[in-house]
C-alpha cells in the first residue's frame, strides 16, 4: 500500500507500539490522528512528530476508548481535519486481570466498536475509498497464558471477531477494506510492567518475561 497522503487513526498512540505505527505510518507519506486517553504524553508525542513530519502530519485527540461517545467523536474530528479516513489501527489496551470488565471494555468492545465505525467511514459502498483495519490482538490471542485469563479471553475474542468480519462476504466484495489482525509477542513497553493491582501472579509473571529476553 502507497502510504503518501493516506490518512490513519490510531488510537493507543501516545506511547508503545502505537507511537511506532503512528511514526512508521508517518515516514511514510500518511498523516495521523493519535487518540488516546493520556493526554499529557499524546501531547508531547504529537509534538515530536510535527516537527519531524510536519505540522499538519499529526494530532492528538484525547478519546478513552472505552466511552462510546469519544470514540464516535474522534471519528468525525479525524474526517473533519483530514477529509477522509484510510487506515484505522485498533490498538488501545490494558493487561488488567483485578478490573477485566474495563478490560474488556477497552480491549474488545472498543475493538468492535472502532471496527463497525470504521467501516462506516472507510467502505466504499459508504462514499469511502476503503483502506485496512489492523485489530491489534496478542500471541495471547492465539495460545493460553495462564497468569492473564481474561487478557486472552478478549485477545481471542479480537481474533475471532476480525476473522469473521474479514470473511464476511459483503465485505470482501464491496468495502474495499482489508481486515487485519496484530499477534504481537512480548515486547518491552509499559503494558508489561503490571502494576500492582493488576491481579497479575508476580510470582510468575517475571519468570516468563525472562524466559523471552525481558528482565523486569
Ligand atoms: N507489549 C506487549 O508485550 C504486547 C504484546 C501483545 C499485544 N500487545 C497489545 O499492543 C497494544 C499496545 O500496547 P503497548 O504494548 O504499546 O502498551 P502501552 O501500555 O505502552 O500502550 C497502550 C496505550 O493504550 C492507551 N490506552 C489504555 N487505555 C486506553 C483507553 N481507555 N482509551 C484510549 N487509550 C488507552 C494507553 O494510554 C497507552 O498509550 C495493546 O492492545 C496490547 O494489548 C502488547
Not at 479480537?158 to 459483503?170: E, K, L, M, Q
Request: proline fraction near 2%; charge should be positive.
Amino acid at each position: 500500500m502507497n502510504l503518501s497522503g493516506k490518512v490513519a487513526l490510531v488510537t493507543g498512540a501516545a506511547q508503545g507500539l502505537g507511537k511506532a505505527f503512528s511514526e512508521s505510518l508517518l515516514s511514510q507519506g500518511a498523516k495521523v490522528c493519535l487518540a488516546d486517553v493520556k493526554v499529557q504524553q499524546g501531547k508531547t508525542t504529537a509534538a515530536e512528530f510535527q516537527k519531524t513530519f510536519g505540522n499538519d502530519s499529526a494530532f492528538f485527540e484525547k478519546c478513552d476508548v472505552s466511552i462510546a461517545d469519544d470514540v464516535t467523536n474522534v471519528f468525525k474530528k479525524v474526517k473533519s481535519k483530514y477529509g477522509q479516513i484510510d487506515i484505522l489501527v485498533n490498538n488501545a489496551g490494558i493487561a488488567n486481570e483485578t478490573h477485566w470488565r474495563k478490560m474488556v471494555d477497552i480491549n474488545l468492545v472498543s475493538v468492535i466498536q472502532g471496527t463497525q465505525l470504521g467501516i462506516e467511514y472507510m467502505s466504499k459502498e459508504y462514499g469511502g475509498n476503503g483502506g485496512v483495519i489492523i485489530n491489534v490482538s496478542s500471541s495471547a490471542g492465539l495460545v493460553p497464558v495462564f497468569i492473564t485469563p481474561v487478557y486472552c479471553a478478549v485477545k481471542f475474542g479480537v481474533v475471532g471477531f476480525t476473522r469473521s468480519v474479514a470473511v464476511n462476504p459483503r465485505n470482501r466484495s464491496t468495502s474495499g477494506i482489508r481486515f487485519c489482525c496484530l499477534c504481537p509477542a512480548f515486547t518491552d513497553t509499559d503494558i508489561i510492567k503490571f502494576k500492582k493491582d493488576s491481579g497479575i501472579n508476580m510470582k510468575y509473571a517475571p519468570k516468563i518475561l525472562k524466559s523471552v529476553g525481558i528482565n523486569k
